[in-house]
């Protein structure tokens, strides 16, 4: 697999792989069919593969994944900007994920003895700094102990829990568990019920149900229609349906620009060189409710990546030739495919309907003959669908071609970093920047809730005092 492609692949990966990370009871390390590739992307790019699991589309098995390898791997040599990022992004995930999936990555790093002190530090916060550490330690009691004595050492644990019950001096404390966890009386209550089984309460199993607020508040910011229509697929496109349906053109085509400069302000810019064969022959006219949707989703794309893009080229198949085109003609890919890699871009991007009705699987044979006449450009498939569920299988004219698929305005975005991880080393910068302030706007996000949450239970406490 060459540079250009690994970070594409496994940025892909990430959306459509959810086949769960396997801890069994055999004292083997665990049981996961993409370790090398996960491997093969952090040597590659550490920050990238950290950064990535931010996606929304990642699934939560992926995001496992991704916690276990920054957790399992070594950060020597790493600049100190690079450790943040590692450690911003381990706390993001320690806070999206379901708890007893945590303790399994916990659980894992034992059996591959992985304890460098920033796995140290991960696991004993998560312990003692839990909202509901006290719940999560009476349900799980065995397994934290296990995690514990990971993290600290069996001696040095039960040589804690000494020091904490008699209330000796606190050199020890300080050296081995109070550098982590700031908190003696959370240190000590948690301790003593993990050893000494003192105060053992009834267990609600509540520390399951955090997590979900967090997750609540990821899956807020993209929202997307249980039943869709040709109006609710994105602002841009339902504008362009109404235009392609008969609405007054200069009213809406003033809403179109308005619509498209907000969408881009929330996209990652490309400064590479970018050859975009846009699909309008007769298929994509569609029919019924559908009349103009996959049309006018590609056109929104295209709309987007013009701004998007320093250096962008349309090679169009089909359809007239006016700003909005309206279908017509053959879907004669192929031909347009060649004519974009005459002009040596970057990136080649075919956005279509996926319907192929000149030539059957000429662009398939195109494809595969590049390589031989020394054409090694990049070359996307882009699927323009109506609903998530469209059904591809005889809309694939390219299956050896990378495939990615939209439906939605908000699909831009992951269309717009998958095609950027392709040139990491043309794009990084831009790339990074736009993933870093994600995760800084899921900071605030996160502490806002926080606070907000803390503001209620001092309401209710004077509430109930009054």
């Not at 495919?337 to 192929?356: R, T």
Request: aromatic residues 10%.
């Amino acid at each position: 697999m060459n540079n250009q492609s690994i970070l594409f692949n496994f940025i892909n990966h990430l959306s459509v792989q959810n086949q769960p990370f396997v801890l069994r009871h055999n004292g083997q390390p665990p049981e996961w069919d993409d370790e090398a590739l996960h491997q093969q992307a952090y040597n590659f790019n550490p920050e990238l593969y950290a950064l990535f699991s931010l996606i929304e589309t990642v699934t939560p098995e992926q995001r496992l994944r991704v916690l276990f390898q920054l957790l399992k791997a070594s950060r020597n040599r790493f600049s100190y900007n690079l450790r943040l990022t590692l450690e911003s992004v381990t706390n993001f995930l320690l806070t999206i994920l379901h708890p007893d999936k945590v303790l399994t990555v916990f659980l894992a790093l034992k059996r591959v003895r992985a304890n460098h002190k920033h796995t140290t530090r991960a696991i004993l916060k998560y312990i003692f700094e839990h909202p509901q550490s006290l719940d999560m330690v009476v349900c799980r009691r065995p397994a934290i102990v296990d995690c514990l004595e990971h993290a600290l050492g069996k001696n040095v644990a039960r040589g804690c829990v000494k020091y904490v019950t008699y209330n000796e001096e606190e050199t020890y404390l300080n050296q081995n568990l109070l550098r982590f966890v700031n908190n003696r009386e959370r240190i000590k209550t948690i301790l003593q019920l993990l050893y000494r089984y003192q105060e053992l309460q009834t267990a609600t199993g509540d520390y399951q149900e955090l997590h979900q607020n967090y997750i609540q508040i990821l899956a807020n910011q993209q929202e997307r229609p249980k039943t869709v229509t040709a109006t609710n697929r994105g602002d841009i496109a339902a504008t362009l349906v109404h235009l392609y349906r008969g609405g007054k053109s200069e009213q809406l085509m003033e809403a179109v620009e308005n619509y498209v400069k907000q969408a881009v302000a929330r996209l990652p810019r490309f400064d590479g060189t970018l050859a975009l064969v846009f699909d309008a022959s007769a298929s994509t006219r569609s029919y019924g409710d559908r009349q103009y949707c996959c049309l006018a989703q590609s056109v929104a794309l295209k709309l987007v990546l013009q701004r998007c893009c320093t250096k962008l080229k349309v090679y169009q198949v089909g359809g007239t030739a006016d700003v909005l085109p309206m279908p017509k003609g053959h879907s004669d890919i192929a031909t347009s495919l060649l004519d974009a890699l005459n002009g040596k871009p970057d990136l080649v991007v075919i956005v279509s309907d996926g319907y192929e009705n000149i030539y059957p699987s000429d662009l398939s044979k195109v494809v595969a003959t590049l390589p031989q006449i020394g054409i090694a450009t990049q070359i996307v498939f882009c699927h323009s669908k109506f609903t998530k569920q469209d059904d591809l299988e005889l809309r694939r004219p390219a299956k050896n071609l990378p495939q990615l698929e939209f439906w939605h305005q908000e699909d831009f975005k992951n269309l717009r970093l998958s095609m950027m991880s392709i040139f990491s080393d043309k794009s990084e910068a831009n790339l990074r920047e736009f993933l870093l302030e994600e995760l800084s706007q899921f900071k605030k996000q996160f502490i806002s809730y926080e606070s907000n949450l803390e503001k209620s239970k001092l309401q209710a406490l004077e509430v109930s005092s009054g």
